[in-house]
């Protein structure tokens, strides 16, 4: 077998053993669609950033979990509210965002799903459909059908009132919600990371987008795109994440002279431009930060659990982190504390706001630094569900058991305020 053959059967086991969070290479290390969705969101690392993927898959370097911490006990999975059926189909997967007085879920995996593991050569059928819930009044209504399929995968940010996404033929569109209507972008001048599967940030009325060669901002109200000045900073950054945050538009990624192979440990770098220039902060002791960022409001958190050794042959001599805390504004990068010593907690669900993260099925709240198992309400099924925090509560919505002979979608919803 060539080291080729290894590598990407190795990649093959890894996936089938990670439980890993929405997302967004693109929302692909991030929990969404299974089996095939997630293989083909790996292969996209690998054209983007070969190095990384081969970190990932754990051949060369060895993941496994290092954790202590005892998690707060889990509450009761009877501390879910099961809430009216929502107007869509059963599904899984999808994108779910918060409007500030609604929860929207749009489209999902309807079709064709294939089971973690398996080699499947149909492709998916994923849904256009999507609807808002009123977590106020308790209700449902139906929203316009997008312009395109949309899955877990897609590329999304809500800038406003406007859900911003990039569809699989590589356009941008936005539903208003305040006139329950969808519309066309204009497209970025050079083509986002990734063919399409880029990552989004949004603040301040601007989505945030990782181009070719230069961060491209668009400015919704007015439909103009911009770009940042390029960074001077040597070496040149392989940027895989950009994070818009009021300390700054932030950039992570890795040193783009080094091969990024697995020998040695590629470890995080991150610039932070300001509004005026750009700034190259101090290396990380971190690998990997396949999880994405989130602004909690003070740093930024990349909740991915787990730590890379290098492996038998090109070991480390330690574990090196593969999530952990930036603070963009004093520059200094921190562990996850106390992180769960399991790879894997209660419902695996995937959403942020605020200091309050839910992924790897664990609640964690970076204001306190305490983890908490997230209990699988009865009749809720394992794997795919689509979650959002909206204001304080947690809303989860469809999802799929793949123990039955058939796989088994669910449309059913609920909610949690922890």
């Given at each position: 077998?060539?080291?080729?053959?290894?590598?990407?059967?190795?990649?093959?086991?890894?996936?089938?053993?990670?439980?890993?969070?929405?997302?967004?290479?693109?929302?692909?290390?991030?929990?969404?669609?299974?089996?095939?969705?997630?293989?083909?969101?790996?292969?996209?690392?690998?054209?983007?950033?070969?190095?990384?993927?081969?970190?990932?898959?754990?051949?060369?370097?060895?993941?496994?979990?290092?954790?202590?911490?005892?998690?707060?006990?889990?509450?009761?999975?009877?501390?879910?509210?099961?809430?009216?059926?929502?107007?869509?189909?059963?599904?899984?997967?999808?994108?779910?965002?918060?409007?500030?007085?609604?929860?929207?879920?749009?489209?999902?995996?309807?079709?064709?799903?294939?089971?973690?593991?398996?080699?499947?050569?149909?492709?998916?059928?994923?849904?256009?459909?999507?609807?808002?819930?009123?977590?106020?009044?308790?209700?449902?209504?139906?929203?316009?059908?997008?312009?395109?399929?949309?899955?877990?995968?897609?590329?999304?940010?809500?800038?406003?009132?406007?859900?911003?996404?990039?569809?699989?033929?590589?356009?941008?569109?936005?539903?208003?919600?305040?006139?329950?209507?969808?519309?066309?972008?204009?497209?970025?001048?050079?083509?986002?990371?990734?063919?399409?599967?880029?990552?989004?940030?949004?603040?301040?009325?601007?989505?945030?987008?990782?181009?070719?060669?230069?961060?491209?901002?668009?400015?919704?109200?007015?439909?103009?795109?911009?770009?940042?000045?390029?960074?001077?900073?040597?070496?040149?950054?392989?940027?895989?994440?950009?994070?818009?945050?009021?300390?700054?538009?932030?950039?992570?990624?890795?040193?783009?002279?080094?091969?990024?192979?697995?020998?040695?440990?590629?470890?995080?770098?991150?610039?932070?431009?300001?509004?005026?220039?750009?700034?190259?902060?101090?290396?990380?002791?971190?690998?990997?930060?396949?999880?994405?960022?989130?602004?909690?409001?003070?740093?930024l958190v990349s909740l991915y659990l787990g730590c890379m050794d290098g492996g038998?042959?090109?070991?480390?001599?330690?574990?090196?982190?593969?999530?952990?805390?930036?603070?963009?504004?004093?520059?200094?990068?921190?562990?996850?504390?106390?992180?769960?010593?399991?790879?894997?907690?209660?419902?695996?669900?995937?959403?942020?706001?605020?200091?309050?993260?839910?992924?790897?099925?664990?609640?964690?709240?970076?204001?306190?630094?305490?983890?908490?198992?997230?209990?699988?309400?009865?009749?809720?099924?394992?794997?795919?569900?689509?979650?959002?925090?909206?204001?304080?509560?947690?809303?989860?919505?469809?999802?799929?058991?793949?123990?039955?002979?058939?796989?088994?979608?669910?449309?059913?919803?609920?909610?949690?305020?922890?």
């Amino acid at each position: 077998m060539t080291i080729e053959d290894t590598l990407r059967q190795g990649l093959s086991d890894k996936l089938d053993t990670l439980d890993v969070p929405h997302g967004d290479a693109g929302r692909a290390l991030r929990e969404g669609d299974r089996g095939r969705g997630r293989q083909r969101h790996w292969r996209i690392g690998i054209a983007v950033a070969t190095g990384v993927a081969l970190v990932c898959a754990g051949v060369a370097v060895g993941l496994r979990w290092d954790g202590s911490n005892e998690v707060d006990p889990a509450p009761t999975p009877a501390d879910w509210t099961r809430l009216p059926e929502p107007p869509l189909s059963p599904r899984t997967g999808g994108v779910a965002a918060w409007t500030g007085s609604e929860a929207l879920f749009v489209g999902g995996e309807i079709d064709n799903l294939c089971p973690p593991g398996a080699d499947c050569s149909q492709p998916s059928t994923y849904a256009r459909d999507g609807a808002a819930y009123d977590p106020v009044s308790g209700t449902w209504r139906r929203i316009a059908d997008a312009p395109v399929t949309v899955a877990a995968h897609t590329p999304h940010a809500m800038v406003g009132d406007n859900l911003v996404i990039i569809g699989d033929d590589g356009l941008w569109h936005a539903y208003d919600t305040s006139e329950d209507r969808w519309r066309g972008l204009p497209e970025p001048p050079g083509k986002a990371r990734g063919e399409g599967l880029a990552r989004l940030s949004a603040y301040d009325g601007r989505v945030y987008t990782l181009g070719p060669i230069a961060v491209q901002v668009l400015d919704l109200a007015k439909g103009d795109w911009s770009a940042l000045p390029v960074s001077p900073a040597q070496p040149r950054l392989e940027s895989h994440y950009v994070t818009a945050t009021p300390e700054g538009v932030v950039v992570v990624g890795l040193d783009s002279t080094q091969p990024n192979d697995g020998i040695k440990p590629s470890y995080l770098l991150a610039e932070v431009w300001d509004g005026e220039s750009w700034r190259r902060l101090e290396r990380s002791d971190m690998l990997g930060g396949y999880g994405g960022w989130h602004w909690t409001g003070e740093r930024l958190v990349s909740l991915y659990l787990g730590c890379m050794d290098g492996g038998e042959v090109n070991g480390y001599g330690r574990c090196i982190p593969t999530g952990g805390i930036l603070d963009p504004g004093t520059g200094t990068w921190a562990s996850l504390p106390d992180a769960p010593a399991e790879g894997s907690g209660g419902w695996s669900l995937n959403a942020a706001e605020g200091s309050r993260m839910v992924s790897w099925g664990y609640l964690y709240d970076d204001r306190t630094g305490r983890w908490t198992k997230v209990p699988r309400p009865a009749g809720a099924p394992r794997d795919g569900t689509a979650a959002v925090w909206a204001a304080g509560t947690l809303i989860a919505f469809g999802g799929v058991d793949w123990e039955t002979p058939e796989p088994r979608l669910s449309n059913r919803a609920w909610a949690w305020t922890p």
